[in-house]
T-cell receptor, first 114, second 112 residues
Framework: DSGVTQTPKHLITATGQRVTLRCSPR?????VYWYQQSLDQGLQFLIQ???????AKGNILERFSAQQFPDLHSELNLSSLELGDSALYFC?????????????FGPGTRLTVL | DAKTTQPNSMESNEEEPVHLPCNHS???????IHWYRQLPSQGPEYVIH???SNVNNRMASLAIAEDRKSSTLILHRATLRDAAVYYC?????????????FGTGTRLTVIP
């Protein structure tokens, strides 16, 4: 158990809909990261927040957005969903934001878009 | 980001040492070498990282070539639980960012 929690575990929805994925980092961790893992694209970094502020952006679509709240939990919002958005979404956390920090990953949310 | 090259798959017998190679010929002087692994149906898990010197921790050892163009993750005694996809990732120490760019990794199969 990494100490990172993600809800829900599974999500099934239809194209065009909007969903919110939630992540609670390990106690004391200030950085939260979101990753997407699909069969054809592998594991891709989406976005990083550090202490409430956006720190780095990866291959995140404009239809996706994220935020980190004052209590440090984070939410990833996916809208206008397409079939290709079906994937495993992982959240990770680390103490700081720099390269010396190991990341602790949650169990993931499996999103299925029908 | 500098690229890494790993074999797609490797096999090892249980309780034998495993050497997982990674080539990173375009590594820059400020790139850290990180290894993560992903067990089946789980999120990735940090294994080890280093910059120039060899590193040891409770999970594994990391041997870094003198010219830093390659590195090897060493599992001293493979167990069935070590069957996973292992990712070698370079992180630029200058940017201060910690985004992990995963490649395809090496799928390790451990044979009982």
């Amino acid at each position: 158990d990494s100490g990172v929690t993600q809800t829900p575990k599974h999500l099934i929805t239809a194209t065009g809909q909007r969903v919110t994925l939630r992540c609670s980092p390990r106690s004391g961790d200030l950085s939260v990261y979101w990753y997407q893992q699909s069969l054809d694209q592998g594991l891709q970094f989406l976005i990083q927040y550090y202490n409430g502020e956006e720190r780095a952006k990866g291959n995140i679509l404009e239809r996706f957005s994220a935020q980190q709240f004052p209590d440090l939990h984070s939410e990833l919002n996916l809208s206008s969903l397409e079939l290709g958005d079906s994937a495993l979404y992982f959240c990770a956390s680390s103490v700081g934001a720099g390269n010396y920090n190991e990341q602790f990953f949650g169990p993931g949310t499996r999103l299925t878009v029908l | 980001d500098a690229k890494t090259t790993q074999p797609n798959s490797m096999e090892s017998n249980e309780e034998e040492p495993v050497h997982l190679p990674c080539n990173h010929s375009t590594i820059s002087g400020t790139d850290y070498i990180h290894w993560y692994r992903q067990l089946p149906s789980q999120g990735p898990e940090y294994v080890i990282h280093g910059l120039t010197s060899n590193v040891n921790n409770r999970m594994a050892s990391l041997a870094i070539a003198e010219d830093r163009k390659s590195s090897t993750l060493i599992l001293h005694r493979a167990t069935l639980r070590d069957a996973a996809v292992y990712y070698c990732i370079l992180i630029d120490g200058q940017t201060g960012a910690n985004n992990l760019f995963f490649g395809t990794g090496t799928r390790l199969t451990v044979i009982p």
